[in-house]
Structure formats: structure tokens, C-alpha cells
């Protein structure tokens, strides 16, 4: 009699892990330099998402964000109005904007690169991450939870930002690259 054994065949979800964004300790932050020489910063607040964490082998993590876009905060009353109109992220018409990893990559020196679609104003263009794990542990509530912070550079342009306003003395109020910073903490999902 012959035996035969069936190879066993590993599960690939096993190791990865659901993060839930915990968006009461999460933010969005912008900077974009005003009048040329000054920057103007702002933030928003109300971000959810999910990340799936394969710690064994990183390109098979990914990230979904998606950020209130009501929640911009710039600490000034009629910016903030005025970024939430038409001629910024038009809130009315689309009200969030969210970023779906689509690769996400070991850079070296424990970061990572998360590559992925950023969508504001209904328009959807590839930007990458340099992503920096921050650490893990447990909140008083018993939750695991784990850190990470992530900055890229874009221009506004890219996604139908357009409105400026020229300078008497040269150049433009606003200009068109603006940094972008995320802080976020996660939940392991239950």
C-alpha cells in the first residue's frame, strides 16, 4: 500500500493582522507656504480607515484611510470657509478624501514605503508615503494598539486646487506643493 501526504498548504491571511484608525488620536496635517516666505499649517480630525498588517512580509500590508473633509481646521474661520468651498475641497460636493494603498514596500531602517491612490475632489492620483513605525503596546482599556506616522509632498494642482491670488510685490498667496503628515493609532480589530 502506498501513502501519500498531502502537502499542507499555509494560510496566507493567518498573519495578517486588522488595525482599526482610531480617530480620536489620529490627524491629517498640511503646510503650504503663504504670502512665499511664510507656511500656513491646518489639520483635519476626523479620519477613520483600516490598515492589514502582514509583519511577516510587508508588501502584502495595506492601508484605507478616509478623512472628513469638514473637519479642515486652520485655526482661522473664514479659511477654513473658504477651504471647504468650491474652489478648495469642495465639501458639499465631496465630502471626504481618502488614500487606498496599492503597494507598500521595506525601505530600509525599519520604514516603509506605502504607495497608494489619494482622492480629493473626485480625482484619484498615485502618491507615496515614507511611512515610520512609531511602536506598539497596550492602552489602559486592555486594546493593543500600534503607531505609525506618515509624510509625502504633492501639488495641489494635481487634483483641481486652483485657486490663488497674485502677490503685488511677485509670486502667488499660496503655493502649490503642500506637505502632508499623518499620525495615526490604531486598534488591533477584535
Known sequence: MVSTIEPRVQDQTA?????????SHSVAEFAVKHLVFATAK???GGMSGTIQ?????PSRSKAAVEIDAATVDSRDEKRDAHLRSAEFFDVENHPTLS???????????????????LT???VSRPVT???????RGTNPWGQEVISYSGRTEVNRKDWGLEWNAPLEAGGVLVADTVQIALEI????AA
Open 120 to 122: 480629493m475632489r473626485g
Open 42 to 44: 491646518g489639520r483635519f
Open 185 to 188: 493609532e490604531a486598534a488591533r
Open 99 to 117: 488614500f487606498q494603498s496599492t503597494r507598500v514596500e521595506a525601505a530600509g531602517d525599519g520604514t516603509l514605503t506605502a504607495t497608494g491612490n
Open 129 to 135: 508615503l515614507a511611512v515610520s513605525y512609531n511602536g
Open 15 to 23: 498573519s495578517i493582522s486588522i488595525w482599526q484608525i482610531d480617530s
Open 53 to 57: 498588517l502582514d509583519e511577516a512580509d
